[in-house]
């Protein structure tokens, strides 16, 4: 079994600061790891993943992650914050031994960037 | 190319009432996926068709609840005698074949019971 946790449930940051959204997953085998936004009223969109190789990887928007196996983390930054960043943000988790790799989705980050 | 559709996009039914809510896949999609979001949750798996193929019904939460994909292209998910707790938003995914991992959503359906 999996499981995603994410600390915080929302996030304030002014806008030019440093978004920083953690996650840490918990899975017996070598996880696959990724990150999705959500705008209102809308469905996921793919920020970024992490499936084998690089361990820093890089998304959409600028946005990038750094799978941490000791950590069990896989935190997502973006240097700068800017207005249209405000959304939710979902980690999720799947796995190579579940053959049908359905994601497993934590609770989600609220991002408010203020002006 | 188009991408993931889902109608309708709003429903209100009143308690007791069935539904029906339809995902178009991308075309050529293998794999297709339901999920249910809860207000303030993450998604929570559903069911999982590999092309007309239901091979996992483990996360649908009551025999209300049913899943179809005849021709394995269009799905439909259906609830029987809806119940309040039902009230959610419910996503649709899909993905290319079996090996790959990016799964794409489609705007879901939100489902409000009175």
């Known amino acids: 079994a999996q499981s995603v946790t994410q600390l915080g449930s929302h996030v304030s940051v002014s806008e030019g600061a440093l978004v920083l959204l953690r996650c840490n997953y918990s899975s017996s085998v070598p996880p696959y790891l990724f990150w999705y936004v959500q705008y209102p009223n809308q469905g996921l969109q793919l920020l970024l993943k992490?499936?084998?190789?690089?361990?820093l990887v890089k998304g959409i928007n600028g946005f990038e992650a750094e799978f941490k196996k000791s950590e069990t983390s896989f935190h997502l930054t973006k240097p700068s914050a800017h207005m249209s960043d405000a959304a939710e943000y979902f980690c999720?988790?799947?796995?190579?031994?579940?053959?049908?790799?359905?994601?497993?989705f934590g609770s989600g980050t609220r991002l408010q960037v203020q002006p | 190319g188009a991408g993931v559709s889902q109608s309708p996009r709003y429903k209100v039914a009143k308690r007791g009432q069935d539904v029906a809510l339809r995902c178009d896949p991308i075309?050529?999609?293998?794999?297709l996926f339901w999920y249910q979001q809860a207000l303030g949750q993450g998604p929570e798996f559903l069911t999982y068709?590999?092309?007309?193929?239901?091979?996992?019904k483990s996360g649908l939460p009551s025999d209300r609840f049913f899943a179809e994909r005849p021709e394995g292209s269009v799905s439909t998910l259906k609830i029987q005698r809806t119940q309040q707790e039902d009230s959610a938003v419910y996503l649709c995914?899909?993905?290319?074949?079996?090996?790959?991992?990016?799964?794409?959503f489609g705007p879901g359906t939100r489902l409000t019971v009175t």
């Open positions: 068709f590999q092309n007309e193929a239901q091979l996992d």
């Open positions: 999720a988790v799947t796995t190579m031994d579940t053959g049908r790799r359905a994601l497993t």
């Open positions: 075309s050529g999609h293998v794999s």
């Open positions: 992490y499936t084998t190789g690089a361990t």
């Open positions: 995914a899909s993905r290319f074949n079996r090996q790959g991992h990016e799964q794409y």
